[in-house]
């Protein structure tokens, strides 16, 4: 349904503060997640510690955004489509949160271990990594242009990031058993790749809000887990 | 279980027709609301149920509205024994200039109800028990009744409804001129009341109807729009124009 405004105008400007406040959050959060990324592919720290610095501010929209939405329901009494649309705008916003902060946590290992890294692992890393960047891509895509099937595509392609997540972690696994004196970093790589797939998850969740959003209703069937 | 079913109710005032075939399941027992623009019909609707528009000359009601399969709209209905099973409460709470007592006595008076002077006393005081107005005015019941405030006149007027034991009240937009605590105490009333009785109200507060009703019927230029589970309306309503009244973004 495409939507009239609000005969109030100030309500109708306050929703939609409130989903550019969200898209803003979604950009801010996926430049983290491709500094976090491209710090590893370009060998370029600095990237990662731009990422750890953003976080800040994605942690500062989460707020804001808590705000707007306690403001909304307080004083606007929404219902129907604005009911989800605020409702909506808080879970999503503490799932992005969360995707910043997984990047965060990303760079932070890498800062530790530099960037001299096992090359096999890294490449399974960026690989993966450059998918869940798709997956937030397409996912906040879904919400800036209501796409229920682009949220659907995001639902539905979670299972491949959780796939690869478990072969890339064997990978590493049987990496270390050749190459013992690695074990400092390819700790800390194992985390790191969890962390791609719980960003995967992350997404996965902003696509049911999304589809919820739209539609009202469920995603029906289980979620798919790899 | 269906308490009134109205099928195709058309109503014309004079040549002006304000419903259009509405048709209708009220459930016994729970709490319909109806909602919608002003001069959408909600009244003209809620009239037809206890044949108030009998009143207004112009008024001309075709269809058929079943109530437990007895047909309201038939002539031979006998109006005054309708109008105790139906209760109404309005906008306005308008007690009689009389006593409080006399107020919530006059109904069961005026129908036969009660055989002495004790059952009557107790007939009040049950009502206003009912109507939670009892620990206010007990000791004033012969106090007249339009020196209470507004939201005890509605309290009054609610339990002079009830006083009958009505089997449907019919509340024509009970609180609008009521504050926040006064409304809550009705609210909390209807929510007492519909273990017995069944309740429709007509409201322009969506909160009130969301909060009250386990159906909602959204009208809008004398058709019933839509009509289902209360919370369904509010949450996702299937009709564009439903969402559009509801969220504010109407004309
Ligand atoms: N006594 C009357 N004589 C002529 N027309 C009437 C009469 N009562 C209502 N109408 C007309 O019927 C239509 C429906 O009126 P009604 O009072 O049922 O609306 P409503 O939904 O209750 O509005 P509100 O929310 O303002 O109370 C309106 O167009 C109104 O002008
Ligand atoms: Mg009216």
Redesign the interface.
Request: aromatic share 6%; glycine share 6%.
């Given at each position: 349904?495409s939507?009239?405004?609000?005969?109030?105008k100030s309500?109708e400007e306050q929703l939609q503060l409130l989903k550019n406040t969200i898209v803003k959050m979604g950009t801010g959060v996926e430049k983290q997640l491709e500094n976090t990324i491209q710090s590893l592919v370009k060998k370029d720290i600095s990237l990662a510690e731009k990422s750890i610095k953003d976080d800040e501010l994605t942690d500062k929209y989460e707020i804001n955004i808590e705000e707007q939405v306690v403001n909304l329901i307080a004083l606007r009494?929404?219902?129907?489509?604005?009911?989800?649309e605020t409702v909506v705008a808080l879970k999503v916003s503490s799932d992005l949160e969360r995707i910043g902060d997984l990047s965060k946590n990303i760079s932070k290992r890498l800062t530790k271990i530099g960037t001299d890294l096992p090359n096999d692992i890294t490449k399974n890393f960026e690989i993966a990594g450059l998918k869940a960047s798709k997956q937030v891509n397409a996912v906040l895509n879904s919400y800036l242009h209501r796409a229920k099937d682009t949220a659907e595509n995001v639902w539905n392609s979670d299972e491949e990031i959780d796939q690869m997540t478990n072969s890339n972690m064997e990978a590493a696994v049987k990496h270390l058993e050749k190459n013992k004196n690695d074990i400092q970093k390819v700790t800390q790589l194992l985390f790191m790749l969890k962390n791609i797939e719980r960003i995967g998850d992350h997404a996965t969740n902003i696509a049911e809000q999304v589809y919820f959003l739209i539609t009202?209703?469920y995603l029906e069937g289980d979620r798919p887990k790899g | 279980m269906s308490k009134i079913k109205a099928e195709n109710v058309n109503v014309y005032y004079g040549s002006k027709q304000a419903l259009f075939d509405v048709s209708i399941d009220i459930a016994e027992k729970e709490v319909t609301a109806l909602i919608g623009p002003s001069g959408c019909g909600k009244s003209t609707f809620l009239r037809c149920l206890n044949r108030m528009n009998d009143v207004i000359e112009i008024c001309r009601v075709e269809g058929s509205i079943k109530m437990d399969n007895l047909e309201l709209n038939s002539r031979k209905l006998d109006v005054v024994r309708l109008r105790e099973s139906v209760g109404m409460v309005f906008q306005k709470p308008n007690p009689f200039p009389k006593t409080i007592y006399e107020n919530v006595a006059y109904g069961p008076t005026i129908h036969g109800i009660a055989q002495s002077k004790e059952e009557m006393d107790q007939i009040v005081e049950t009502s206003l028990k009912k109507a939670a107005l009892w620990n206010e005015v007990k000791d004033r019941l012969d106090e007249i009744g339009t020196g209470l405030s507004g939201g005890q006149q509605q309290r009054l007027c609610i339990a002079r409804a009830i006083s009958v034991s009505p089997e449907v009240i019919l509340m024509d937009e009970p609180c609008s001129a009521l504050d926040p605590i006064a409304t809550a105490q009705i609210e909390e009333l209807i929510d007492d009341l519909k273990k017995e009785v069944t309740i429709v109200i007509v409201t322009h507060s969506m909160s009130q109807a969301a909060r009250v009703s386990q159906k909602t019927g959204f009208f809008h230029l004398g058709k019933l729009i839509e009509f289902g589970p209360t919370d369904k309306i509010f949450k996702n309503p299937d009709n564009q124009q439903t969402q559009d009244y509801i969220t504010g973004r109407f004309g």
């Open positions: 349904m939507e009239k405004p609000h005969i109030v309500y009494q929404p219902m129907a489509i604005d009911l989800r009202g209703d | -």
